[in-house]
């Protein structure tokens, strides 16, 4: 089985930069799709952007042109990088693997907070 565990996160002041890491204690291959997610204060969990195994990538509109997703499969690990960050963007910070044939299985990581103020 695969493990996620989430880093990177801090507090940072509006229009900073942060790394977020996701390493798996596992192959990151078989993830077909690989992503990150965010939850803040009394919100729903949403996604901020996905990279599938073949490095194609998708962004919510809020991550779009300021965040980038990105995975080494050789290092297992998955990346997000976030530059210009608002306050809008404090989340705790999930990263989600998905695999499987038929029946299909989402890997989750404990999270890592991101607190994005003045």
């Known amino acids: 089985q695969v493990q996620l565990v989430e880093s990177g996160g801090g507090l940072v002041q509006p229009g900073a930069s942060l790394r977020l890491s996701c390493a798996a204690s596992?192959?990151?291959?078989?993830?077909?799709?690989m992503g990150w997610y965010r939850q803040a204060p009394g919100k729903q969990r949403e996604l901020v952007a996905t990279v599938a195994r073949s490095g194609s990538t998708n962004y919510a509109d809020s991550a779009k042109g300021r965040f980038t997703i990105s995975r080494d499969n050789a290092k297992n690990m998955l990346y997000l990088q976030m530059n210009s960050l608002k306050p809008e963007d404090t989340a705790v910070y999930y990263c989600?693997?998905?695999?499987?044939?038929?029946?299909?299985?989402?890997?989750w990581g404990q999270g890592t907070q991101v607190t994005v103020s003045s």
């Open positions: 596992g192959s990151i291959i078989s993830f077909y799709v």
């Open positions: 989600k693997g998905v695999r499987g044939v038929g029946v299909i299985f989402e890997y």
